[in-house]
């Protein structure tokens, strides 16, 4: 290992710091000719939580992400990891970042273990640690049994338990996952998740894009949601729920129905959607607003089923955004 990389892992700057924060964006910018990406995004990452990045397709998601990693230069604004500037300090950025991309990018013609001796190697490992640490990081994705096995064997759950341990095997400070259950079992996917937590209450910091609802509620102690490239929302989920909450009234009517705009008037009402005979009516405030929208609904027709619950994080991003995150 050379001298540089030495100073890097014994540099108190490598340290995590509890007021440095993991990552910080201020007004970011990326622009592909008139089109604007990304359009002066600002948010922190605190060290120590797991962060969700939420948006539709198009929204500046990789774009962010690229600008973080490093594969890509910002038109304007600055991005730094745990203080270091992501263009001036690439080197060092890129030994704090562990990432599992969406295509793990395994070599699927060597086993486990080559995998993770190559990738040890390419991030300066050292060699008396190498093997202890190859070992620790198949214990901890339960692959020590399929260590010789060749990747190519392996099923799709297998594979991103492996590249969440290759991303982990230099022993990074923040790891970034994009789309870590994508494509893989509803076991395979507790077990990630279940890393994936384990890693915050080591101290690491996680940062997820996610098209899956369930994921980001279960997973994030903070969600940014992102639209064309602005932040539209920053917060916990459940503050999310609580600003823009209310109640969500789902009713199925014996025939279509007519009155749409004059539910849409009522006060409070900030969403009205009808499919067939299915109508679903977003409201913030309490249920004050319930026997109105009845009275509306009794005048077209015969109401044959109604229910009031809690908005979802789904309701929440399709009323910040007018899309849904998974169709």
Known sequence: MNKQAVELQTSPEHDATPDLAAIEMD??????????????????????????????????KTTTINM?????????????????????????????????????????????????DFHA???????????????????????TNRRTSRVGTFSGGMKRRLALGRALLHEP??????????????????????????????GKTVLITTNYLEEAQILCDRLAIIDHGKLVAL??????KQTHGGCVIEIEMARPVEALDELRALPGVTEVTAEET????????GGNIVPRVINILTQEGELKDIAVREPNLDDIFLRLTGTKLRD
């Open 121 to 143: 190697d390419l991030f300066g490992v050292p060699r008396k640690e190498k093997k202890e640490r190859i070992m620790r990081v198949l214990e901890l994705v339960q692959l």
């Open 235 to 240: 917060d916990t989920v459940e503050h999310l």
């Open 173 to 202: 400070q923040l790891i970034y996952l994009d789309e870590p259950t994508l494509g893989v079992d509803v076991q395979a996917r507790r077990a990630i998740w279940d890393y994936i937590l384990a890693l915050r209450e080591q």
């Open 68 to 116: 973080l990693s490093g594969l890509s230069v910002p038109s304007s604004g600055t991005v730094t990891v745990l203080g270091y500037n992501v263009q001036r300090n690439a080197r060092q950025v890129h030994r704090l970042l562990g990432a599992v991309p969406q295509e793990t990018a395994l070599y699927e013609e060597l086993s486990a273990w080559d995998n993770l």
């Open 278 to 285: 299915q109508l679903k009516v977003s409201a913030l405030g």
């Open 27 to 60: 007004q970011l910018c990326k622009n592909f000719g008139k089109f604007k990406a990304v359009d002066h995004l600002s948010l922190t990452v605190r060290q120590g939580e797991i962060f969700g990045l939420l948006g539709p397709n198009g929204s500046g």
